[in-house]
């Protein structure tokens, strides 16, 4: 995380020397490419583990860098909320898959987008009905939805929990 708020202040200001924005509307333009292959972390080769586990965390990164441009003003809340609305709709069309690994990727990227970028997401006209998504997922059955793992349900109620915690304080 410490990394994609340096590397989203570096590309701001290679941004005004270099005007790179066009590298930015590429890489945005297929981040949601990141999560088409659907990556088996059940595999039985340890290279092959260790091979998708950085995957997934190179998709953290660039979920975190698009978050913390935000944060920088460098692009606009809708950017993230249009990102978070995808991200959660491909769980939603996943929920009665057994694909299991997407949602815990999915559910983990959307984790980190808020938690980074709550103070801004949580003012966005959108915010209310994707929480409203997040809620509903917590009180999902596993049993009547094959694709939910108990760590992707966590991973929402940990979304949740952002929220209490700013409540407690």
Known sequence: KFYSELYAKLFIELDKQFTMVHIFNKVLEN??????PIDIIHC???NTFCELTKKNEQKLAVSNFFTNLM????????IIMDILNKLQSNVDNLLDKDNNNLIDQLSENIYSIIQTGKEKLTNHTEWDILYLKIVNITKLK???NKGLTHKSK???MDILDLFKQNKDK
């Open 31 to 36: 981040y949601m490419d990141l999560f088409k």
């Open 44 to 46: 039985k080769d340890y």
């Open 154 to 156: 966590f991973k929402y």
């Open 142 to 144: 596993k049993e009547q």
């Open 71 to 78: 944060i920088f003003n460098y692009i606009s809340t809708d």
